[in-house]
């Protein structure tokens, strides 16, 4: 049994000590606000895409994938922000909150932590199906957030379908994915030097978006909405990654795939949240909490998680 903790330790334990040491180093001045910004421009248009190719051109998806995969992801997500929503509305009366609340509780952080998780888990083909997971469920996260936010908004203009669908259609990763889906289908093998290129870059993303979603961690403070961020931190950190382990299991996913589902339910909110949360007139103040309490506890819930799949010989 302890040798299934280490295992779990050292999957988890390197992606936060890389986000602790963004954050220390951000705390120390090493970074400024601009080269956060900067780096994670960097990460999210070149880097990950790269790192996105490199797995997907050597990918066996007859293998690794299936029509159910696919349908459970894309289900999985519909259920579980229909269902938050659907109870939250209930509680939370101030608007603005509700629709941070909602976000927080379903939006996944696929990409920076999301991502190397699964290469620590899995290796490559682990990136890959991951991969997939990214390509269904971005889509629908970029819609629902949108939904959801809007609907809760105080101000009352209205985001056209155009407008979802450019942000869909031009988000570099899904460029990278799609493209790479193809390229792999056709047996596409890239020359060896844009090869060692893209496997440079590929070892360059995981580390700096850590250390980049570690330096962009902010606290601020206590007030009334405090418990809302806590509590949308819990279900997107300790709810959701059972709710959606457990209907994996009782539809007979098993190994990675099963691995694949408890990351996408288990990872914190995405950064990406708090940025649309602002743009589209939600409450900031609970978007930023709701992202930093969720990485905090997701330190702990996923290393249980992983420790209790792999002690039951599930992954």
């Known amino acids: 049994m302890i040798s299934h903790f280490i295992f779990s330790l050292n999957v988890v334990a390197p992606i936060f000590l890389l986000i602790g040491l963004g954050y220390l180093l951000k705390k120390l001045g090493f970074f400024t606000e601009k080269f956060i910004s900067c780096g994670n421009k960097f990460v999210f248009y070149i880097l990950l895409p790269a790192s996105l190719w490199e797995s997907l051109f050597s990918a066996d998806f007859s293998a690794i994938a299936s029509v159910g995969f696919a349908a459970f992801a894309i289900g999985a997500t519909v259920v579980s922000f229909v269902a938050v929503w659907a109870v939250a509305r209930f509680f939370i009366r101030e608007k603005q909150v509700l629709g941070v609340f909602v976000q927080g509780a379903f939006r996944s952080n696929m990409v920076f932590v999301g991502i190397p998780l699964m290469r620590n888990l899995a290796g490559e083909d682990g990136v890959a199906l991951f991969a997939l997971i990214v390509a269904l469920v971005m889509p629908l996260y970029n819609i629902f957030s949108i939904l959801v936010l809007s609907a809760c908004a105080e101000s009352d203009e209205k985001i056209k379908l155009k407008t979802i669908a450019l942000t869909i259609i031009k988000n570099p990763l899904i460029i990278a994915i799609t493209s790479g889906f193809i390229l792999s289908f056709l047996n596409f093998q890239p020359p060896e030097m844009f090869a060692r290129t893209l496997s440079d870059l590929s070892r360059m993303a995981g580390p700096l978006a850590l250390i980049c979603l570690g330096g ?63 743009q589209l007139g939600g409450d900031g103040y609970t978007a930023a909490n709701i992202i930093l309490f969720s990485t905090l506890i997701s330190a702990v819930t996923l290393t249980l998680f992983i420790y209790a799949l792999t002690a039951l010989c599930l992954i």
């Open 216 to 278: 962009g961690i902010t606290f601020l403070g206590v007030d009334k909405k405090f418990k809302y961020a806590l509590i949308s931190a819990g279900l997107k950190v300790v709810v959701m990654p059972i709710a959606f382990t457990l209907a994996a299991f009782a539809f007979g996913f098993r190994g990675t795939e099963l691995a694949a589902f408890m990351v996408l339910g288990g990872t914190s909110s995405a950064v990406a949240g708090y940025t649309m949360a602002v």
